[in-house]
C-alpha cells in the first residue's frame, strides 16, 4: 500500500516541535476558524456545519477550550424552538453561489416559522447526527476551570436536552424508540448505498431547477452524482414545503451511526447534568431503553452488522460503516460487540490498511473514490477507535487510529482517502480530519 505509516507502531507520537502534526493540524484549524466558529473546509463548505463543529471542537479543545467552547456555543445559538439544530448554519458574509444549496433555498426563517426557525440567523432546516452532547463533555473535560468559570456546561445543557428531547419525539417515526432520518443529508454519509433504495423511489427534481456549487471545487468522480442532488433537492424542497413539520416522510429511515450517537450523547448528557449537580440516573437509563431498541430493530445476527431500516420497505440489506458504530454504545451486549470486531476485520471491512471503508468492499456498489461508497473518513475511524477502545480491543483501536492520523497527515488532512491506497480524495485542510488526527494523537 502507498500509505507512509508504521504498521508495527501503536500509537501516534504527542505533539513535537515545530513541523509536527499537531503544528499542522492546528494551522488548518486555525486557517479555517472565522472567529466564532470552523468551516469545514474554505472551498467547498464555507459555513458552520452541524456535526462537523462537534468533531472540530473535539480536536479544538486540546489548542483552545475557549474556542472549542465557543463553537459549540455559536453552533447551539441558531438551535430551532423546537429543539433542533440545523446543520448548517450560514454565514451571512459568504456569497449565495458559493454553497448549493444556499439560505435562499431553505428559506428558514420563513418556511419555518411555524416549528421555531430563528429570525436573525439563515439556517439550513434539517439536522445532523447528535454528536454535540458527547462533544461539549469532552470539551468540559479538557479545561473543566474555565468551562466552569465561564459557566459552559449550564448554558449548553438545556439546549442539549431540548435537541435531545426534539430527536427522541419528533423524530421517533417508527414508533419504536429510535430517531428517524428524513434526508441522506441528516446521516451525514449522503450517497452512501444504503440510501439507494428508499432514494429510488423519489422522483428528481430536473437538473435544470438547481445549480450544483461543489464541482467547482470538488472532482465530479469523487463526488455524489446528478441525479443524488436531484433527489437531496426532492427531499429538502418538500420538507421546506411542509413547514419543516415532521410528519410521516417520504424517506424516513433508523440508521444505527445516528442512533449510536444519540445514546453516546446521552450518556455524556447524564455527566453533564451530574457536573451541574442533577442526578443522571433517567438519562443513563433512557440510554439503555435506547440500546435495546438499537438491537432489537436494527441488529441482524446473519450479516453480524447493523442495518439501517427503511420505514416504508424494512431492513435495508446493505453493510454500510455505520452499522458498526454502535461499538460505541457502553451497553452493547457483549457478543455483539465481538461479532462487530470480526465483521471489522473480515473481508466486507478489512483493507489491510486499517483504514475502515465507509462501505463494503465486496458490494457492488463500493467504489474506493466515490464519498462514502467506499473511501475511509476520519470521523468514522475516530468513532471505531473510540468504540473499540471501549470494548477492550486495544491493538485494534491503536491501529485504526494510527492509520488515521498518518493517513491524515500525508494527505494534508483530505476529506476522505482511498481506504487500500491511503491516496486523497475531496477537499484538503478539511477540518474534522485536522481535529480527529490530533485528538487521537493526544
Ligand atoms: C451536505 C460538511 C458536510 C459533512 C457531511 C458530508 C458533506 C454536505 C455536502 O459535507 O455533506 O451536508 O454538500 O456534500 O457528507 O457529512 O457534514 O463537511
Do not use: K
Not at 458574509?93 to 416549528?115: E, I, K
Not at 434526508?183 to 428528481?204: F, I, K, T, Y
Amino acid at each position: 500500500s502507498g500509505i507512509a505509516y508504521d504498521p508495527t507502531s501503536t500509537r501516534a507520537p504527542g505533539p513535537a516541535g515545530p513541523g509536527s502534526l499537531h503544528v499542522r493540524a492546528a494551522r488548518v484549524l486555525a486557517a479555517n476558524w472565522t472567529g466564532g466558529s470552523t468551516v469545514p473546509s474554505r472551498s467547498l463548505y464555507p459555513h458552520q456545519w452541524s456535526w462537523d463543529s462537534a468533531f472540530i471542537a473535539i480536536g479544538l479543545r486540546h489548542l483552545s477550550p475557549l474556542r472549542a467552547q465557543t463553537e459549540l456555543e455559536t453552533l447551539l445559538a441558531a438551535q430551532w424552538a423546537d429543539g433542533r439544530i440545523p446543520h448548517i448554519v450560514f454565514n451571512p458574509s459568504v456569497p449565495l453561489d458559493a454553497y448549493f444549496p444556499s439560505p435562499d433555498f431553505w428559506r428558514s426563517s420563513t418556511a419555518g416559522r411555524a416549528v421555531g426557525a430563528p429570525r436573525t440567523v439563515q439556517t439550513s432546516g434539517i439536522v445532523q447526527p447528535p454528536v454535540h452532547a458527547l462533544a461539549a463533555w469532552l470539551v468540559h473535560l479538557a479545561d473543566p476551570g474555565l468551562s466552569r468559570a465561564r459557566g459552559f456546561l449550564a448554558t449548553v445543557h438545556p439546549r442539549l436536552a431540548a435537541w435531545h428531547r426534539y430527536l427522541l419525539h419528533r423524530r421517533d417515526l417508527g414508533g419504536g424508540g429510535l430517531a428517524s432520518v428524513v434526508h441522506p443529508w441528516e446521516q451525514g454519509m449522503d450517497n452512501s448505498p444504503c440510501w439507494d433504495a428508499p432514494l429510488a423511489r423519489v422522483a428528481p427534481a430536473p437538473a435544470r431547477s438547481f445549480q450544483r456549487a461543489d464541482l467547482d471545487h470538488g472532482a465530479a468522480e469523487d463526488r455524489p452524482t446528478d441525479l443524488d442532488y436531484g433527489r437531496y433537492v426532492r427531499l429538502a424542497a418538500d420538507y421546506r414545503d411542509a413547514g419543516y413539520a415532521d410528519r410521516q416522510r417520504e424517506f424516513a429511515v433508523e440508521d444505527p451511526a445516528f442512533n449510536a450517537l444519540l445514546i453516546a450523547s446521552e450518556h455524556a448528557l447524564a455527566n453533564i447534568a451530574q457536573e451541574l449537580g442533577a442526578a443522571g440516573t433517567a438519562r443513563h437509563a433512557r440510554a439503555e431503553r435506547l440500546t435495546a431498541a438499537l438491537v432489537e430493530r436494527l441488529w441482524d445476527p446473519e450479516r453480524e452488522i447493523f442495518l439501517c431500516r427503511d420505514l416504508h420497505g424494512g431492513p435495508i440489506p446493505e453493510r454500510g460503516v455505520s452499522g458498526l458504530i454502535p461499538l460505541i454504545v457502553p451497553e452493547l451486549p457483549g457478543e455483539i460487540a465481538a461479532a462487530l470486531v470480526r465483521t471489522l476485520s473480515g473481508p466486507h471491512f478489512g483493507t489491510g490498511t486499517d483504514l475502515v471503508p465507509s462501505y463494503d468492499l465486496l458490494g457492488a456498489a463500493f467504489d474506493p473514490h466515490r464519498y462514502w461508497r467506499g473511501p475511509a473518513w476520519a470521523n468514522t475511524g475516530w468513532l471505531l477507535e473510540r468504540g473499540l477502545r471501549l470494548h477492550g480491543e486495544r491493538e485494534r483501536a491503536d491501529a485504526v487510529g494510527a492509520a488515521v492520523v498518518e493517513t491524515a497527515d500525508a494527505t494534508g488532512f483530505a476529506e476522505y482517502a482511498d481506504p487500500y491506497t491511503g491516496e486523497a480524495c475531496g477537499a484538503t485542510g478539511f477540518s474534522w480530519t485536522a481535529a480527529l488526527a490530533l485528538d487521537l494523537s493526544r
